[in-house]
């Protein structure tokens, strides 16, 4: 077999026998459910903090969407996703008896140098589909946030952005992927449940029809790329890279919706926003699938300086993790 291959195999074949479907199910609910709870705890919180800062609004509405769209709703709905860490934890240490470092990769360890290739080649790329979607539709203003103000805020951004999308990582493209590879052997289930999962997730009620599908397209495109970085390299080191720099885009350099506007440099027009048409919502989705498609390029090519390397868990066989 091909180290790519071989590396899958030993990441699917480590999970133990206790990787059962029901059990598969059960910590998929727990992971839920402590998720759930943990927005719950950290919304309030923030929101208390918020109130308390003087900035009640006429409105329950207005309120709750005010807060949400501020630097405090953002830093807090990025915080949320511990509730991920902690529920997968959970579920790994109750119901599979296994460590959590187990979904990482083979070498139980995240593959800093793969991180840092996804992370390049999603930087890479997002720049070439910004001044793409610019020429298309030029019009681009400066956000409201300082560059003082950026600047301080800059690490908290990167460390909760990192937990926002580990934690999407360690769920959808580690714990059910890995456990359902464990069970079946078509990528048609492990690989497709969890893409299409993690897809609908970002359903957006505020935008219209067309310009849902065009997003979720692109986001499915994206999950593709991810779910083969993991197939190639038994490791979800490149896949957090990869993420993470998707995500970092958007809220720091240039934002295409409301909710992440407040610590985005520059703001383009928001997708939520009136006036798209299908053929618009079309193009979106084709620069986003041949963005994806570069993306993939760049890392599982042979030849491309960026490919990613399979995490074979030579160090763990060793004793040096």
């Not at 091909?2 to 990787?19: I, L, N, P, V």
């Not at 990192?162 to 078509?186: H, I, K, M």
């Not at 979106?284 to 490919?307: D, E």
Request: charged share 10%; hydrophobic share 55%; net charge positive.
């Amino acid at each position: 077999m091909t180290g790519e291959s071989t590396a899958f195999e030993m990441y699917r074949s480590a999970a133990g026998e206790r990787t059962t479907l029901p059990r598969l199910l059960a910590g998929t609910v727990l992971v839920v459910v402590l998720w759930t709870a943990t927005t719950f705890a950290v919304i309030a919180a923030g929101t208390w903090l918020y109130v308390r800062a003087g900035n009640a609004e006429a409105g329950a509405q207005g309120f709750i969407g005010g807060f949400m769209a501020s630097p405090a709703g953002v830093l807090c709905a990025l915080a949320s996703f511990a509730g991920i860490w902690i529920g997968v934890w959970a579920a790994q240490r109750f119901l599979h008896r296994e460590p959590l470092a187990a979904l990482i990769g083979n070498s139980r360890r995240i593959a800093w140098n793969g991180f840092a290739k996804g992370l390049a080649a999603v930087a890479l790329t997002s720049l070439l589909t910004e001044i793409v979607i610019w020429l298309l539709y030029p019009g681009m203003e400066r956000g409201e946030i300082g560059l003082s103000s950026w600047l301080l805020f800059l690490v908290p951004i990167l460390l909760l952005a990192f937990l926002q999308t580990s934690s999407e990582e360690l769920l959808f493209r580690g714990y059910l992927l890995r456990g359902l590879a464990r069970r079946f052997r078509s990528p048609l289930v492990w690989g497709l449940l969890p893409l299409l999962a993690f897809t609908a997730m970002h359903w957006s009620a505020s935008s219209s029809a067309a310009i849902n599908a065009s997003i979720l397209v692109s986001i499915g495109a994206f999950a593709l790329v991810l779910t083969l970085l993991v197939h190639r390299t038994g490791n979800l080191g490149a896949a957090f890279g990869a993420h993470l720099g998707n995500n970092l885009f958007g809220f720091l350099l240039i934002s295409h919706q409301k909710s992440y506007n407040a610590f985005a440099l520059l703001v383009a027009r928001p997708l939520e926003g009136p006036g798209w048409t299908a053929l618009d919502a079309l193009a979106m989705a084709a620069v986003g699938v041949v963005a994806c498609a570069l993306t993939g390029l760049l890392l599982l090519h042979p030849r491309s300086p960026l490919c990613v390397r399979p995490d074979l868990g030579q160090d763990r066989a060793q004793g040096r993790t």
